[in-house]
């Protein structure tokens, strides 16, 4: 079964860096999107992506996020300047459309560790 | 602003005994539900999807309802076996109109089968 790739599993960072996550979509999907899951707190929407640009964000995907698709397989979570607060699971999911019928399938999470 | 809820938070129970875990959504505009399940520390799993127009779906030894217009969706698990420990968790995907992605989760049942 087609899978969403997240790579690394684990980062940890020190406070101000800037790090990447990077996911690989499944390969005919064409909505991508970024979630993150605070150790003990519920999965929150990030950002969606469609068409090579941003369709919709959240509250919490302010200047210090960007999200970028550099090639046909690769869509990436930029964090500037992490903070303590960023510490948190992030998942990257895709969908096939934008159909009811069609779910969301998720990767494996990236557990970014600030310190 | 769209809150689901899971009740109960966490539930023990004896290998083979059937469960129903409930979920409910404030805001009954919904274009979809999808039930995951989490494993400590991993991503998410997608178990199931109900379209708004549905009633209720079933995969193996899941049947998952949804009652929309009274904000309420069950997933019922048969004869429970200790691989089914995990978190499930229910997301529902809002029917905005302007064509939103942004699932609202829930923040999970701990399920523990008990063998």
């Known amino acids: 079964e087609p899978e969403v790739t997240q790579t690394p599993s684990h980062q940890v960072t020190q406070m101000g860096q800037e790090v990447i996550l990077r996911c690989v979509p499944i390969s005919n999907h064409l909505y991508f999107y970024w979630y993150r899951q605070i150790l003990g707190q519920k999965v929150e929407f990030l950002v969606s992506f469609y068409n090579n640009e941003i369709s919709e964000k959240s509250e919490i995907f302010d200047d210090q996020f960007s999200v970028e698709r550099p090639d046909g397989s690769n869509f990436t979570l930029k964090i500037r300047s992490t903070k303590l607060e960023d510490s948190a699971m992030y998942f990257c999911?895709?969908?096939?459309?934008?159909?009811?019928?069609?779910?969301?399938?998720f990767g494996s999470g990236t557990r970014l560790t600030v310190v | 602003k769209q809150e689901v809820t899971q009740i109960p938070a966490a539930l023990s129970v004896p290998e083979g005994e059937n469960l129903v875990l409930n979920c409910s959504f404030t805001d009954s505009a919904i274009y979809n539900l999808q039930w995951f399940r989490q494993d400590p520390g991993k991503g998410l799993t997608s178990l199931l999807l109900i379209q708004s127009s549905q009633r209720e779906q079933t995969s193996g030894r899941l049947n998952a309802s949804l009652d929309k217009s009274s904000g309420r969706s069950t997933l019922y698990i048969a004869a429970s076996q200790p691989g089914d420990s995990a978190t499930y968790l229910c997301?529902?995907?809002?029917?905005?109109?302007?064509?939103?992605?942004?699932?609202?989760f829930g923040k999970g049942t701990k399920l523990s089968v008990i063998p």
């Open positions: 999911a895709s969908t096939l459309g934008g159909a009811a019928n069609y779910g969301y399938t």
């Open positions: 997301a529902v995907r809002p029917d905005s109109g302007a064509g939103s992605y942004q699932l609202t």
